[in-house]
């Protein structure tokens, strides 16, 4: 059965870094695109950025692209999502998703298995 676990979200000034991992098991995770979605308190849960299966292709929101990165480990089962500069904006629960997708795809709709997600806390 698949399973995803994010871990790596924490408390950190503006301006600072956290890297966030989401390790999945029970799927043959070379198949599987990964997404990241965050929801902030009283707000719709949005896409942050997508990795396809292998790791080809990546797309992000406007608000991270060029302050987050997304990676793959295929031999790990995990997926990093490094995020830098960090705003308060960028306040909220951090949730991977996998989906047996193949290509980058940033649509909540797409994705059937999620993991519990992380907090990260951008404060000043």
């Known amino acids: 059965q698949l399973q995803l676990v994010e871990s790596g979200g924490g408390l950190v000034q503006p301006g600072g870094s956290l890297r966030p991992s989401c390790a999945a098991s029970g799927i043959t995770f070379e198949y599987y695109t990964i997404a990241w979605f965050r929801q902030a308190p009283g707000k719709d849960r949005e896409a942050v950025s997508c990795?396809?299966?292998?790791?080809?292709?990546?797309n992000y929101a406007d608000s991270v692209k060029d302050r987050f990165t997304i990676s793959r480990d295929n031999a790990k089962n995990t997926v990093y999502l490094q995020m830098n500069s960090l705003e308060p904006e960028d306040t909220a629960v951090y949730y991977c998703?996998?989906?047996?997708?193949?290509?980058?795809?940033?649509?909540?709709?797409?994705?059937?298995?999620w993991g519990q997600g992380t907090q990260v806390t951008v404060f000043s």
């Open positions: 990795i396809s299966s292998s790791g080809g292709t990546t």
């Open positions: 998703a996998a989906g047996f997708l193949g290509i980058c795809m940033m649509s909540q709709d797409h994705f059937r298995s």
